[in-house]
């Protein structure tokens, strides 16, 4: 049997965010300092509400903790998350204790993060990723609005990522014929958004490539990014060779694609500072990418990706 989940209802596309309807008494959960989220609010429409605008960046389990303590005798009717991943992440993992739904509303693009049964909190000062379907959105609004102002650099990593994880997620070997539609739907979506200068685009294909690689996973291309996160290079960034390099050496479908999409956003080359050794061998312990890969990795192998990343041989 395959199995994809997706959240009841999605609204998306332009006006998406003023269009939705909001119950009242909801309970909009942000990052935002009230100047932004003012003007959100406004734009949504949203009347009779709560607002826990305390979520720190990179959450932990005491936000969730804190929302709880705070509201939970207030008896919101929904859960609204407004915000990039902190924001969606405390409201993932709380509403369940609310024993309410929960509406996502992404104000970044690119992982996908209101579509997936992902979840990232900090549990004793380290970052875990966590996975349960109860994590799942009830409904998700994704609008191209909350673009405006976004600086071309972290579009640019966004879109990037977006693009790795569609085309590694079609090559996952935990999808299924629905994950690779949405995958290859998404990636075509954001390769004409990128080739032919459609950045309104982005948060569409972005939403599409959620759909499909939150139902599988990433693989190699993802693994070999780590080693560049742990020195500080940005995720999006650090796949543009990365993924790249894992397309090249599985043969991917989308290694020509992709590449094109890379150097017409525009990235440098990257280089690891550490050992490439034994960088190698951290790459290697992350099973939960390396296991779906379409082809078995050995650290050879990782090591000749890291070299190729190195000299630039993508
Ligand atoms: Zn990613």
């Keep these: 049997m395959d199995?994809?989940?997706?959240?009841?209802?999605?609204?998306?596309?332009?006006?998406a965010l003023s269009e939705a309807e909001y119950p009242k008494n909801a309970l909009v959960v942000t990052t935002a300092p009230p100047a932004l989220s003012d003007k959100w609010l406004d734009k949504m429409g949203i009347q009779d509400y709560m607002l826990f605008d305390k979520v720190t960046p990179e959450p932990s389990i005491d936000d969730v903790n804190a929302l709880i303590s705070e509201y939970k005798?207030?008896?919101?009717?929904?859960?609204?998350?407004?915000?990039?991943?902190?924001?969606?992440?405390?409201?993932?993992?709380?509403?369940s204790e609310f024993g309410v739904e929960?509406?996502?509303?992404?104000?970044?693009f690119g992982t996908g993060a209101e579509m997936t049964t992902y979840c990232v909190l900090k549990f004793d000062g380290k970052k875990k990723l966590l996975r349960e379907d109860r994590f799942l959105a009830d409904r998700a609004v994704i609008d191209s609005y909350f673009m405006n102002g976004t600086p071309e650099q972290i579009l640019k990593n966004s879109v990037c990522d977006a693009c790795a994880q569609a085309t590694e997620g079609y090559d996952s070997k935990l999808g299924n014929n629905l994950t690779r539609t949405l995958c290859k739907q998404?990636?075509?979506v954001l390769y004409d958004?990128?080739?032919?200068?459609?950045?309104?685009?982005?948060?569409?294909?972005s939403m599409l490539s959620g759909m499909g690689f939150g139902n599988c996973s990433t693989t190699l291309g993802h693994a070999l990014s780590y080693v560049f996160s742990n020195e500080g290079v940005p995720h999006g960034f650090s796949l543009s060779s990365c993924t790249t390099v894992a397309h090249k050496h599985n043969k991917?479908?989308?290694?020509?694609?992709f590449k094109e999409v890379i150097e017409k956003l525009g990235f440098d080359k990257m280089?690891?500072?550490?050992?490439?050794?034994?960088?190698?061998?951290?790459?290697?312990?992350?099973?939960?990418?390396?296991?779906?890969?379409?082809?078995?990795?050995?650290?050879?192998?990782?090591i000749q990706c890291l070299n190729d990343i190195n000299s630039g041989n993508l």
């Design 102 to 108: 929960k509406i996502l509303i992404p104000t970044t």
């Design 73 to 95: 005798e207030k008896k919101p009717s929904v859960l609204i998350g407004l915000g990039g991943g902190s924001s969606l992440d405390v409201v993932k993992y709380s509403a």
């Design 3 to 15: 199995k994809v989940l997706l959240p009841k209802k999605i609204e998306f596309g332009e006006n």
């Design 271 to 302: 280089e690891l500072k550490a050992d490439v050794s034994e960088a190698a061998d951290i790459v290697m312990t992350d099973k939960g990418h390396l296991d779906p890969n379409p082809i078995p990795i050995s650290k050879e192998d990782v």
């Design 252 to 257: 991917s479908i989308f290694y020509d694609r």
């Design 193 to 205: 958004a990128i080739i032919n200068d459609k950045p309104e685009n982005y948060p569409y294909g």
């Design 186 to 188: 998404a990636f075509d």
